[in-house]
């Protein structure tokens, strides 16, 4: 009983990483800037937090009839800690009304374990908001530790022997299991995080870098003032400056020098034939 116990929580939090891991890939591939807005997002990303869940407590551990154990403190505790009041609201909502079809000796316990692991969620990122950025490891399983004891504390909803008894069952395997599933779990959003925000950064420095570009090219474009003699061009503060500062200045170029055809003869006659045979 106690190995298939640990078998099947094992299996249940696997699957919610798998889940997951699936859902972070299609939410942070949205193109930036995105014509989704930030409610719209949320909005999103809560049903889909939903649909894992019922997932996830769609392959349970049962102990009996209406009293079963899944993964979905984990989620839905996990989910709190990292978004926001609306994707918990619709996560929330739509695993609790799952629960509530199931029905059973265990949906008011199953409703308990839903509200309290999104409420410590949503408390530990008030008062610890950098925790999903930085992902301390202690921190995180500390965190993973206060949702499973929370969720065997629902355990009373039932009568007291039954509470109890499932508490026997359950108890060990859950405190050993969870925990490190929660660690998992906020890696991997965390993971998932940082390769978008590194994305975003790329992105962002690669638009900057080709408006640079543009502005330097419409710095050479229109008409400029040039010297008719010594050809200097003077510049938007009127300083009269040479052709080669000038262009380096507003462009990507630089010069090297050599000397042409005509000037070769003009300049050094007696080297010419050699100057310009050697292509200086």
């Not at 309290?116 to 399983?141: D, I, T, V």
Request: charged share 20%; aromatic share 10%.
């Amino acid at each position: 009983m106690g190995d298939k116990l640990f078998i099947s929580l094992v299996y249940n939090t696997s699957l919610l990483l798998v889940l997951v891991a699936i859902y972070s890939g299609i939410r942070f591939n949205i193109p930036f800037k995105s014509t989704l807005s930030s409610r719209r997002r949320d909005i999103i990303t809560g049903v889909l937090i939903g649909f894992i869940g019922i997932a996830v407590m769609a392959n349970p551990w049962t102990i009996k009839p209406g009293i079963f154990f899944d993964a979905r403190s984990i989620l839905l505790g996990v989910t709190g800690l990292f978004f926001g009041i609306i994707p918990v609201a619709l996560a929330v909502g739509i695993t609790g009304a799952f629960r509530i079809f199931i029905d059973g000796a265990g949906a008011f316990m199953g409703l308990g374990i839903i509200l309290s692991s999104a409420g410590l969620g949503l408390l530990w990122q008030r008062f610890r908001p950098g925790l999903k950025k930085k992902g301390g490891l202690f921190e995180l399983y500390l965190f993973g530790i206060s949702v499973q004891l929370l969720m065997l504390a629902c355990a009373f909803i039932l009568p007291r022997p039954a509470a109890l008894e499932v508490l026997r069952m359950i108890s060990i395997p859950v405190m050993i299991v969870f925990p490190i599933g929660t660690v998992l779990l906020a890696m991997l959003l965390i993971h998932q995080r940082n390769n978008f925000k590194l994305e975003e950064d790329l992105i962002v420095s690669e638009r900057d870098l080709k408006i640079a570009r543009e502005r330097e090219l419409h710095n050479l474009r229109g008409l400029l003032p040039i010297c008719a003699s010594c050809k200097k061009i003077r510049d938007k503060k009127g300083y009269w400056e040479k052709v080669e500062k000038y262009i380096e200045e507003h462009s990507d170029v630089d010069f090297t020098h050599g000397i042409c055809p005509d000037c070769a003869v003009k300049l050094y006659p007696e080297h010419a034939h050699v100057l310009t045979n050697s292509g200086l």
